[in-house]
């Protein structure tokens, strides 16, 4: 089936630094999705991407959607301990017409140590 | 401000047994959806239902069945529970159509043994 390749697949960093994850896919998307899930919890929405080379920020996070809409990346800036969880990327392929049908990549668990 | 209601929460099963994980939603949704959580896999689509009345089968389907009951409820069935099947569930629901966005349910853990 399709697949979305995430990376890294965990992290563990200081807080106050930066973070940076991706994914990419050999099939197109047209829509790109970020969600963080914390411990015992359902996946919550970050970002949402519509169009290609979109860039958009929500506080200190970004995503972009790439041009070649094969790939999308989440940055988040100046990382705090909350920030912990794992973050999932997902894409809608075309032609999944009404369904919403998304494929989701496989997870970045990010630590952070105060 | 309930948005994606999923039960139970935990459930313990022994091999063979069946169980219905039930699910609704309370923003006029569309689509709803049924998503299988394992470790290092992600999150894998099980059946979905694009529109009330209609379900579909995702990446997943072997072992379950669904029922959309109406358009805010939507059931997924183990008729014969496997060890393979223990797992976190996910419900979620969506407007659907392009441009998407999934709202999801807290998670269902389900032990099979």
């Known amino acids: 089936g399709q697949q979305l390749n995430q990376s890294p697949q965990s992290m563990f960093i200081q807080e106050g630094e930066d973070v940076s994850m991706n994914c990419t896919s050999s099939s197109i998307f047209n829509t790109w999705l970020w969600y963080k899930q914390d411990p015992g919890e359902g996946p919550v929405l970050l970002i949402a991407?519509?169009?290609?080379?979109e860039l958009t920020s929500n506080g200190r996070l970004t995503a972009q959607f790439g041009i070649t809409r094969k790939d999308s990346f989440l940055n988040i800036s100046a990382s705090i301990p909350s920030d912990v969880g794992i973050y999932f990327c997902a894409g809608q392929l075309p032609g999944s017409g009404n369904t919403g049908k998304l494929i989701f990549g496989q997870g970045t668990t990010l630590q952070v140590k105060p | 401000n309930a948005g994606v209601t999923q039960t139970p929460k935990f459930q313990v099963l022994k091999t063979g047994q069946s169980m219905t994980l039930q699910c609704a939603q309370d923003?006029?949704?569309?689509?709803m959806y049924w998503y299988r959580q394992d470790p290092g896999m992600g999150l894998r689509l099980i059946y979905y239902s694009a529109s009330e009345g209609t379900t579909d089968k995702g990446e997943v389907p072997n072992g379950y069945n669904v029922s959309r009951l109406n358009k805010r409820e939507f059931s997924l069935r183990l008729e014969s529970a496997a060890p393979s099947q223990t797992s976190v569930y996910f419900c979620?629901?969506?407007?659907?159509?392009?441009?998407?966005?999934?709202?999801f349910g807290e998670g269902s853990w389900l032990t099979v043994v």
């Open positions: 979620a629901s969506s407007e659907g159509g392009k441009g998407n966005t999934i709202y």
């Open positions: 923003m006029n949704h569309n689509s």
């Open positions: 991407l519509y169009k290609a080379g």
